[in-house]
């Protein structure tokens, strides 16, 4: 959507943040020329049909907006039949392509891994292995959030504090990548600021 574009320019050239990124996700597809949005993000499929289309959105907008941006992996709540790449080696090949950085959200590993039916001790496990294939060079933020489990279902809902396996996974990224600029996402139910600034502390 180019006007969309034209406008995050605007805003990015007004604001001159100090980063900017999204997700790798898409909202909505053209349905009989029409645009039907999903109003969430969905997964792309870990292909090289899918890195191929993304890497073409990541040239595009990096150069719409003539700055690097980061790359979010996403936390999803269904996946495509045709994947066949791993989601780290999908992401680093992605960056080595566009030269785009990457945005690794930890709550979104822990999400992912217990919505596949893994309890807590596999879920900081498997994002463990995650990290061990992610190329750190590439890692320019962190994200951190709380979660929330409802009807068999975890849900990113940045709706309370950060959970314990997602400082676990925190603290093995800051060992095996390094420091970076981190965000902890606390977006609905907003408790008073003590309660938010203890956990820009402890992070």
Not at 51 to 69: E, F, K, M
Not at 161 to 173: D, F, I, N, S
């Amino acid at each position: 959507d180019w006007q969309h574009l034209r406008r995050v320019r605007a805003l990015v050239e007004a604001v001159r943040p100090g980063l900017v990124s999204d997700h790798a996700g898409f909202c909505r597809v053209l349905r009989h020329q029409q645009p039907m949005h999903a109003h969430a993000q969905l997964p792309i499929p870990f292909t090289a049909l899918g890195l191929d289309v993304l890497a073409a959105q990541v040239d595009a907008t990096q150069q719409t907006l003539g700055r690097q941006i980061l790359v979010e992996n996403l936390g999803a709540y269904l996946c495509w039949d045709e994947d066949d790449l791993p989601e780290p080696e999908f992401l680093n090949t992605l960056a080595a392509r566009t030269g785009c950085g990457l945005l690794v959200d930890l709550n979104h590993l822990v999400v992912n891994a217990l919505n596949r039916g893994q309890d807590e001790d596999a879920a900081i496990a498997a994002g463990v292995a995650w990290l061990e294939r992610i190329d750190a060079a590439a890692v320019g933020q962190y994200h951190l959030a709380g979660h929330a489990r409802l009807d068999g279902v975890v849900i990113d809902d940045h709706g309370g504090p950060v959970g314990e396996p997602v400082w676990a996974l925190y603290r093995e990224a800051l060992g095996r990548i390094g420091a970076r600029p981190t965000l902890i996402e606390w977006d609905q139910t907003l408790p008073g600021v003590a309660a938010l600034t203890a956990e820009v502390a402890r992070a």
